[in-house]
């Protein structure tokens, strides 16, 4: 075998850019194609001195000759003196770091390459003397296409599977334009979104999600409406992380989901416009950047209008005793419709070449009215030997009209000083979030052609978290490395909501005081961590930490004077083991303990009875869970392809589930009812365990066609002693992208979503599907591009079912959502792009409350 040229183990670099030191080198070692190939010269060997046992070590780093950003993964070859004969041969990590080791003394060449950068040479000599040399950055400048005034280096894969995180690049997926951040996340690896918008990692909702890895207010109210006020066109890339490091908040038993949002790093002024509409909903949106020497200003304005339609049907059998039952059958239509608005503005500026600062502000605003009409036939029968008889009929309609409004504002600050050492770094962030927002419903009641009652219901609620952290990274040597870090929240939350309603009685609206009330609450969230990492020869790497974390919460209910205090403390450790078997197959073991506290969705009392035979409220008085969780992970790469194995198991032993109950009406509403209704909150009473085995795959067929894919198959079984109730079934998920490159500009993609039934508590949910086909025509010198889409064009409808059941009750509910689009976007890209310096990706993680849920407002 002929020895590997400097552009054969840059190569290999390029296939794996992204999957490590060691799979790069193997890859180039068996790549036979590059432009120096075709080279002769017969190697000579290096020109040592007598002394060449002596063996000495050669360290360094590499960046971008623009942005002073590290280059991953760069190839670092050492040739022999005057020849093409690669001595020693490695990669660069992350962090754009090498290190050659066992270099005997003499005169070399030392190489450098990357894909999408111009190769640097420089000739470095090794005696006796001075065997360890510490080299000063190795700049690579980029290699660049011109395309009218817009220049393009690399195409990344669509998704990439990284060390520890699959990253989905959904700027690279052109299905997305015109959609939100909920359409982009059901293409993501490993996650599921519900019909509702709710957001699950391998059939798990605890989950943590950031976005610049900042926390946010907009996301710890109501998660699925958050990520509807999020443009698809906004994402730059999604990053799914199911084993965090002790450096990550110990919220997030499932894991943590990163959404990083689109930022221009390029000189000059740029921007781009994006504009769109479907027969669901519309986009305007405008990015604008301004980058000159060490200050950068990138900023985003845009809107979207929405508009849906859904029906439903349901059917609840109450078993009151061995000869009473109720039957409650519930049909119903509602339209939605509204706005939102969606703004940002980031500045960083480099005090000196070691020291950055940056800043940032970004606020949105969602609005919706909602129009609902349901009818409701409530029967009470008595069966005896003979017949069954009617007792007692309830029959209305109900109209009602919801209007809700969320507005958000996330003020962030950082600063990075980089120290003496190589990976030396101390960083200072900062983040002040603020969420507020306000629903209102209007409900008229109409038996027959009369309407005999009418209600209002107001709900203002208020979170606000501020957030402090310092981290520190301390190299021990070229093989360990020390992080320490402290960090506090202090969150602070507001729900008021009231009731008045209307008996027409001639009083006209009155207060209702037992379904009134005013809830404040605190929680502060006191936190450490250490994490120490290492590397036993050149196929094992350790990594181990502790994080500790103090909890205090206090809540009131200002109107009652209720209390509610509580403190807890928590340690939550993590290990991760890997082991490169050869160069192309990895192994990975790791154990974390993870913490789920419950957000604001969870704890709101507020009673939401707009259906007052369906009755939901959250719940003040949740513990947080805590979660083991086990992961073994197989990584092989052949060529360009690449797949991942993962088996795990998650334990949760007071797991926070939805509860629903019958209970007499007056035991909740202030009425003389007591016919039963369903009462449904949270509470910490389950078991909840999860084992399953998932497969994620990338490959390019052809140059010009690219497939990626995962599946999730996993069995949940849940269990409550309290209640007697147990449920169990096996669940699997998956999706399927695939791409093609045509010629003059064209392009098409392809994607399918599957999820199975879902095992709940109590019940079941149905599975269901998606699929959507676009195709994409670049002009203009490919500044400008236009995509026309179908998302499910032959189902009009999509069905969702869900189950519940108890030795008490049993209940289906059908809902039918009306989901076939088409899509029609326009982008447009302006202004001089050339390379600029990226700034520091250092930012504020806060995956530390268990959000979604859903039934209380």
């Known amino acids: 075998m002929s020895t590997p040229t400097p552009a054969q183990l840059s190569a290999s670099s390029f296939v794996n850019s992204s999957r490590g030191r060691t799979a790069g080198v193997a890859l180039g070692l068996l790549l036979s194609a590059g432009p120096l190939l075709a080279q002769t010269a017969t190697p000579a060997p290096a020109q040592a001195s007598p002394e060449a046992k002596s063996l000495g070590r050669i360290t360094g780093s590499v960046q971008s000759a623009t942005t002073k950003e590290p280059v991953e993964f760069a190839t670092v070859a050492l040739l ?125 909702s605890n989950i943590r999600v950031l976005i610049n890895g900042k926390p946010s207010t907009l996301l710890a109210t109501n998660l699925a409406e958050a990520l509807k006020q999020i443009p698809a066109d906004q994402i730059k890339s999604v990053e799914v992380i199911t084993a965090p490091s002790a450096k990550y908040d110990a919220e997030g038993t499932a894991g943590v989901v990163n959404i990083i949002l689109k930022k221009s790093t390029l000189e000059g002024m740029n921007g781009n416009v994006n504009a769109g509409v479907s027969n669901r909903n519309g986009f305007v949106g405008v990015n604008l950047n301004r980058r000159k020497g060490k200050l950068g200003i990138n900023s985003s304005l845009g809107t979207n209008p929405f508009y849906n339609l859904a029906r439903s049907v349901g059917r609840r059998t109450d078993y009151l005793s061995d000869t009473t039952q109720s039957q409650l059958q519930q049909t119903g239509r509602f339209t939605n419709m509204g706005l939102g608005g969606w703004g940002q503005l980031g500045i960083d500026y480099d005090l000196t070449p070691k020291d950055v600062l940056s800043f940032g502000v970004q606020g949105n605003y969602r609005a919706y009215v909602n129009d609902r009409s349901q009818f409701t036939s409530y029967q009470l029968f008595r069966t005896d ?101 402290l960090k506090t929240i202090m969150r602070h939350v507001d729900s008021d909501y009231r009731i008045d309603a209307d008996s027409l009685d001639g009083r006209g609206y009155r207060p209702v005081p037992a379904r009134s009330n005013e809830f404040g609450y605190d929680q502060n969230v006191y936190a450490g961590y250490a994490s120490y990492g290492f590397a036993l020869g050149k196929k094992w790497t350790f990594k181990g930490g502790a994080r500790l974390e103090h909890t205090r919460i206090d809540g009131k209910f200002l109107s009652s004077g209720t209390q509610l205090q509580t403190d807890y403390t928590n340690l939550a450790p993590n290990v991760q083991a890997a082991w490169t078997v050869t160069p192309d197959h990895t192994l990975k073991l790791s154990y974390s303990r993870r913490i789920q506290r419950p957000g604001i969705w969870y704890l709101n009392p507020y009673i939401n009875t707009s259906d007052r035979r369906n009755v939901s409220a959250g719940n003040p008085n949740l513990n947080a869970e805590l979660t083991d969780a086990y992961e073994l992970t197989y990584t092989t790469f052949v060529k360009k392809s690449s797949v991942t194995f993962s088996g795990y198991w998650r334990q949760t032993n007071n797991a926070i589930e939805s509860v629903a109950r019958l209970v007499p009406g007056s035991d909740i509403l202030p009425t003389a009812d007591t016919t039963r209704i369903l009462y449904t909150t949270y509470r910490n009473l389950a078991r909840n365990s999860s084992y399953g085995l998932s497969a994620f795959g990338s490959t390019k067929l052809t140059p010009k066609w690219s497939l990626s894919g995962n599946v999730n198959v996993y069995w949940r079984q849940v269990n409550s002693p309290a209640l007697g109730l147990s449920n169990s079934g096996g669940m699997f998920n998956f999706n399927l992208n695939s791409s093609w490159q045509f010629e003059k500009g064209w392009s098409a993609q392809f994607f399918a979503f599957g999820n199975s039934r879902q095992v709940a508590l109590q019940g079941r949910t149905s599975g269901y599907r998606m699929y959507s086909l676009g195709a994409k025509k670049e002009f203009w010198d490919k500044k400008a591009n236009v995509v026309v ?69």
Do not use: M, W
């Open 80 to 204: 022999a003196k005057g020849t093409e004969r690669a001595v020693l041969a490695s990669a660069c990590d992350d962090k754009g770091h090498f290190e050659l080791r066992n270099v005997p003394a003499g005169e070399y060449t030392l190489s450098v390459s990357f894909v999408g950068y111009q190769p640097q040479r420089q000739a470095v000599t090794v005696t006796t003397a001075q065997p360890v040399l510490q080299l000063p950055p190795v700049l690579l400048a980029t290699t660049t296409t011109q395309l009218g005034e817009v220049k393009v280096t690399g195409e990344r894969e669509l998704v990439e599977s990284k060390v520890d995180r699959l990253v989905y690049n959904a700027d690279k997926d052109l299905t997305n334009a015109g959609g939100t951040a909920a359409d982009v996340l059901q293409k993501a690896p490993l996650l599921t979104v519900d019909l509702d918008g709710n957001l699950q990692l391998r059939g798990s």
């Open 385 to 485: 030997e003979s017949a069954q008889r009617r007792l007692f009929v309830d029959e209305y309609n109900r109209d009602i009209e919801t209007r809700d409004g969320n507005g958000n504002v996330d003020v962030n600050f950082g600063y990075t000083k980089t120290l003496a050492k190589p990976k030396q770094e101390l960083s200072v962030l900062g983040l002040y979030s603020l969420n507020a927002g306000h629903t209102r419903y209007q409900l008229d009641q109409q038996r027959g052609e009369y309407t005999d009652y009418r209600e209002k219901s107001f709900n203002d609620s208020r979170n606000r978290e501020i957030t402090l952290q310092a981290d520190y990274v301390q190299p021990i040597d070229s093989t360990q490395t020390l992080e320490t870090g």
């Open 789 to 857: 889409s179908v998302i499910n064009p032959f189902n009009r409808i999509l069905a969702f079912r869900n189950e519940l059941s108890s030795p008490s009750f049993e209940s289906v509910n059908n809902a039918y959502f009306y989901n076939r689009q088409i899509r029609v976007s326009f982008s447009y890209r302006f202004g001089k792009l050339d390379n600029g310096p990226s700034r520091p990706k250092k930012s504020i993680q806060n995956d530390d409350q268990k959000q979604g849920g859903g039934g209380n407002g």
